[in-house]
């Protein structure tokens, strides 16, 4: 089922088109990696998504029902400008917003409860939000995002801000979420966590997508088709024009790392068969690009053809 | 609609909880009259401790004779005027009056010398003795027995009563009137500020520390911003509930200790027949029969479509300029920012306030104070100071639906700059931009 459609968003500002005819889809149950670099779009689609602006034009349908103010209940938000009120008691401060999502105060409470023991955090329910530490604030800041039990949900840069073991705690309550079936879109720019966290990416640039698809699609799609051997002897790549000897170097061990790339579109094995008559391989792996590589090579306008 | 009333109870409870609102509740009715009642006590020790300001007179014509009183004390001089200036330097007087040899049907050339300035209350004490003094002499030169002068200088009472428009009478008093216009004027310029502000600064603080994204993805910014401003408006109208209660309570107490004062006189005077209790009683009677007829008046005011009026001018002139609050707050990053705009937004309402004191509470029924009470931008102010001296049914009417006109219109553009501004930060805000927000479609 898709959690998400879109179809042809456009958004005109004064000077610039924000986005240009952008449709997506967003499959129940996954998380989507919406990547692009500033400027690209990004924001504006968040915003039409948790229905902060109106695009010019296009359709937008949650869970497959036309986007209406209702759908709020459904949708947890968490910005890339993290924001609390800094007067306010933690307590109060999640009870505001839950409410605010349609939340009863009495399920609120029970959440709250649910969340703070998980994240030991009972202590905190009078402390005042300019009291804690940032990296309690962004606790906060995601409980809140969570608490109403949102199918769908939006975060923009959730790590930000935490130290590696709370990012942790994060990504495995994201998991868990996951697990259970909500859909989650997800801005980043860390390509390591699209990598481990991402089952689909879309990929904004000047506010038209320029890619989709599911992660493994799309690293195949981008394959260089090459591969790093690690040998003894010297490699001569023969007959030429079939095989490019991109690099050698000599490693530790007396070993030799190369990376050598398929030229006429044959089966690693070909090329496997081929160094065996030469050389003792130690190691044989084919470079898969990674998704900063794609990022980069697709955003820089080059062309599809790999460089390396 | 039920997210407007989590936000305005959420606003509403934050405030009322604090402790500084029970503080500024419960100190403002008391702190005020303290002040102006110290400022009083002072300004009469003052007087007293100085006493009379001693005043050389170098009287040339030989007409005048000042007599000392207790704000001023005369000391005659001889001699010429430079004599006469040098003996005043000398000395520690604070004046040296010169009255030349003036002819009655012209006097002119009196002079008064000081090394600092007499003060306006004393200068004035001074041409009002001369003026006397001339016309005295005047009178005594068309041969008026002194007596019969002295008859003549009567005080009049005039009492004021209005023919109410169902032919029934009753007597107002102008001082009360112009007080309780003057008060209810002035609250409503400082509430309107207070409370205004209190939106800006809190629309500034969702936007700068960023909730509002998080805000504006649950509610519309609309509700969210008539969820503030009518949050707040609770806010002010149970503080105004609880001061008039305890007004109301303070000045029954203040009733009741003359009421039983007044009752007295008049037992004295039936118990004791005694010459020394009457006229004892007498006087006693007559300052308590001022001090009930003040009473009277007070509680001849329609105490209760006053506070009508004024609650509803407080309210339409608050949500109308709370409205512009908020669009001002939206817009900018930092209250430091906010003060290019806050100025001229309430230009108006000063307008208002000003033409209080200088028309209407002179004059409410020129064709000024009419305006300014019809105008909405300045009507909240002006309308309160009148309405005491007995306004037209049509002109409030017509005041109170210009009003409401008016803040349905302002909230709808503030609504729209709102909506804009709270997302954009970083942006120079201006006049231009700001119209341009307005007229933006989103």
């Known amino acids: 089922m898709i959690a998400l459609h879109t179809d042809r968003i456009t958004k005109r500002y004064a000077e610039h088109l924000a986005l240009d005819e952008v449709s997506l889809d967003v499959q129940q149950g996954t998380i989507c990696g919406l990547l692009g670099p500033n400027g690209a779009g990004k924001t504006t689609l968040i915003r ?20 209406r103010p209702q759908h709020v209940a459904l949708i947890g938000y968490l910005p890339e400008e993290r924001g609390l009120y800094k007067k306010l008691r933690v307590g109060e401060q999640l009870l505001y917003i839950a409410q605010l999502r349609g939340m009863s105060k009495k399920d609120a409470m029970q959440k709250i409860r649910y969340w703070f023991e998980r994240l030991d955090l009972k202590d905190w329910w009078g402390k005042r939000i300019e009291d804690l530490s940032k990296g309690m604030a962004q606790k906060i800041q995601f409980i809140s995002t969570i608490l109403h039990e949102p199918r769908f949900l939006i975060l923009d840069e959730p790590f930000s801000g935490f130290d590696p073991l709370n990012a942790k705690l994060i990504t495995d309550i994201i998991l868990d979420l996951k697990k259970s079936g909500v859909t989650i879109l997800f801005s980043t720019h860390r390509m390591e966590t699209v990598e481990s966290l991402c089952d689909d990416v879309v990929l904004i640039n000047r506010a038209q997508k320029i890619l989709d698809g599911t992660r493994f699609q799309i690293q195949d799609q981008f394959r260089t088709h090459t591969a790093e051997i690690e040998h003894r002897q010297p490699l001569t790549m023969q007959p030429a024009g079939r095989y490019e000897l991109l690099e050698s170097t000599p490693i530790e061990g007396g070993k030799i790392r190369s990376r050598v790339r398929i030229l006429d579109g044959s089966h690693q094995n070909e090329l496997l068969r081929t160094l065996i008559d030469q050389t003792e391989v130690v190691s044989f792996r084919e470079q898969i690009p990674s998704m900063g590589d794609i990022f980069i090579q697709l955003v820089n306008g080059s062309s599809n053809q790999p460089k390396r | 609609m039920n997210k407007v009333w989590i936000i305005i109870r959420q606003e509403f409870l934050n405030r009322v909880q604090k402790r500084t609102f ?166 409503i310029y400082m509430m309107v500020f207070l409370y205004g502000a209190q939106i800006m600064h809190g629309v500034i603080e969702e936007k700068s520390s960023k909730v509002i994204e ?140 000003l033409g209080l004191f200088t028309f209407i509470l002179r004059d409410p029924h020129s064709s000024i104070s009419f305006w300014l009470s019809i105008i909405p931008f300045t009507s909240p102010v002006a309308m309160v100071g009148r309405v005491a001296f007995g306004v037209p049914a049509w002109e409030l009417g017509l005041s109170m639906l210009l009003l409401v006109g008016g803040f349905l219109g302002m909230t709808w553009v503030a609504g729209r700059i709102y909506r804009v501004g709270i997302l954009m930060t970083g942006t120079k805000v201006n006049w231009r931009t700001l119209y341009k927000w307005a007229t933006m479609k989103l």
């Open chain 2, 214 to 353: 998080v805000l504006v993805s649950t509610v519309r910014p609309f509700q969210l911003m008539l969820g503030k401003i009518i949050g707040i408006a609770s806010v002010g109208l149970l503080q105004f509930l609880i001061w008039i209660v305890l007004i109301v309570s303070l000045s029954s107490m203040v009733t009741d200790y003359f009421g039983v004062a007044s009752v007295k006189p008049a037992q004295i005077q039936t118990m004791a027949p005694g010459a020394s209790a009457l006229a004892d009683a007498g006087e006693n009677g007559l300052k308590n029969e001022d001090a009930v007829k003040l009473i009277q008046d007070f509680e001849n005011l329609p105490v209760v479509s006053l506070t009508v009026v004024f609650l509803f001018y407080f309210l339409g002139g608050y949500l109308m300029y709370g409205a512009l609050f908020a669009a001002v707050g939206s817009s900018v990053d930092s209250v430091q920012e906010a003060q290019q705009f806050q100025f001229p937004v309430t230009v108006p309402l000063f307008i208002g306030y």
């Open chain 2, 22 to 187: 029970l503080i500024a509740t419960i100190l403002v009715p008391l702190i005020f009259p303290a002040i102006i009642g110290g400022m009083f006590y002072l300004m009469m020790e003052e007087e007293k401790a100085s006493g009379p300001s001693s005043v050389f007179v170098l009287d040339e014509s030989g007409k005048i004779q000042l007599k000392s009183n207790e704000q001023i004390q005369f000391t005659a001089l001889t001699g010429t005027l430079e004599e006469a200036k040098q003996v005043y330097k000398a000395s520690e007087s604070e004046g040296l009056l010169y009255v030349p040899d003036f002819k009655e049907e012209n006097p002119e050339g009196f002079q008064l010398y000081t090394e600092k300035n007499l003060g306006i209350e004393k200068t004035g004490e001074l041409r009002n003795l001369l003026s006397e003094q001339i016309r005295d002499i005047k009178l005594r030169s068309l041969q008026i027995d002194p007596a019969v002068l002295e008859s003549s200088k009567k005080k009049v009472e005039l009492e004021v009563i209005k023919i109410l428009e169902d032919g029934e009478e009753e007597r107002s008093n102008n001082g009360i009137l112009n007080a309780v216009g003057m008060v209810m004027g002035i609250l």
């Open chain 1, 48 to 67: 039409i998504i948790n229905q902060i602006i109106q695009p010019d034009s296009g359709r937008i349908e949650l869970f497959g029902e036309p986007l």
